[in-house]
């Protein structure tokens, strides 16, 4: 068995520099020469670290379990993941990912699975923001919760996008561009993110002085293309339509795209609409290009990550929970400008 | 210490009912009611299995590495990650995922890592068709590289797409509806599918008995809609255009709809094109929707895991390093139509 001494030996270093290298932790402290023949060292030895030894002894693995229903399998927050896993190797952790597919039934074994890996702290990453059924943990493991809200808020930090104050966005920007009857198509599914939304486009009126219509908020049946469409043909069909549409989500903004189209409006001279997501491709695709609002996905990943390894590196101190709405930011595109003049 | 036995006795069953439950293999072979309990009284007793010293003990993990350079954070393939981890788990097997995030100097140490954590078999995993440089790893441990090929092409089991078939599969459908003066607008980068697809598009002419006319082949600078559109618009220039385009990707699709709505075209009533990818949200944004062909991601995920398993299930047999091409589908909407008639 080769061991890190004999890789030191060949490569004429100290035990310590080979150890810095090949975990990964020597950047910006080993220089580039030398992590290059520490290297080498290990590969003409074929040497393999075993982990699992090295885990019994100082039960630290640096290892972090990310537990995602669907997240790497969907376009939707991939950043998310990069942001976090980004951040935890920077940090000196390994990021070790199980998507669960949307198969809720994988999430407990999957779960045991990483504790069997002796991970060190979890992470449970939703694909968007809704409330998350922790599984059965042991005490001492630190647990954060990305895009989602624990259903026993005290069991672990979170993170989630700020839907308000994103909504206040999409309604200000159009707003500012004059517009006076605005419209919400919201998504009818029950999720977090539908009612912090219509929340935030309320406040947004209430501060501009505009009465609530009920008769300009519309629900799409679900998050798609098609229901946006119908549920803006039937604003549309309003005997005062609106002249700006706030909308849940991109993807229902391309049903409305669809609804004005059909109806021979144009966008954003008869019909300004906003969308929330910012998700590639569709406001890229579009003809005008989307405003919209981005999730911050980069963000949520980052602190997630950052807050795990906060808790790992101060083992004995009882940190309280803790929260956070993260920020969401206004993409200005073509999509929206001055309502048209009554004819 | 909680022991196995101790969750066996506490949920009256055997030990291995309690392995099957809580290794996530009982699916099928135990109750839901028994399964049931046994979480139940595992999560009573604070139970943790340590595959630690499992692993230490039987020197089997069921796990598999899979080492992706920003596949979980691109919208792009993340289906080939849903299927590979599906098929390991129903095979009673753990995908450990690292996304490098297209960090290369990441590679080998992430390697590394997953090494140290026992893990079984190797994956790689590209987000396009390219040739992949291997790290250095020990011998033993299967490797099989998933959309992608080895520079060493004996080093490791592989798998990429069929381009070349793909592309036949789009001048066909083309050539089906009548056109003869069919152009191609290949991607400029010097990867695989670019050349793949352009041998594709020339064998499906020649079958055709259409001579191979290079001024209707051009090169979008890079993989994006504004590349695409400049090239399309430099096809259109032609003293004779064509009538039919087949670009080498989505994204270029969508600059060949904007050059062709400056032009004046309509499509498919003057201009008809197809695309390649089915890259979720573009073919469905775009108008009218795209005929275009779709990755085999689902098939190529599915084929890697099972190649991988499928060593580790032999052990001792040396199986010799196979390679597969995997077929594309055409994915027919509505943007083929018959060619306009000489006015």
Redesign the interface.
Known sequence: MVTMKDVARKAGVSVSTVSLV???RG?GRITEEVADRV?ASA?DL?Y?????????RTKQTH?IGLLSD?V????FA??M??AA??EA?ESGY??????T?DAR??E???T??L????VEGLIYASMYHRDVQLP?L??GIPVVVMDGRPTDLDRADWIVPDEQGGARLAVQVLLDAGHRRIAFCNNAEPIPASAGREKGYGDALADAGIAYDPALVVHAATNT?DAGRAAVLDLLSRPEPPTGIFCFSDRIA?GAYRAATERGLRIPDDLSIVGFDN????A???SPPLTTVELPHTQMGTWAARRVIKRLRTPGVSLPVKNEYASCQLIIRDSVGHPALPS
């Not at 390994?94 to 998507?99: A, G, T």
Request: proline share 7%; net charge negative.
């Open positions: 090949l975990s990964g950047v290297r590969a074929h393999v670290p075993n982990l699992v030894a090295k885990g019994l290892t669907s790497a399998s969907t376009p991939g950043k993941l990069a896993q980004l190797w390994l990021l070790l990912l199980i998507d597919a039934e994988m407990e074994p999957a045991q699975a504790l069997q890996r002796n059965q042991p005490d293309a391309i998700q590639e491709f569709i890229d695709v579009l």
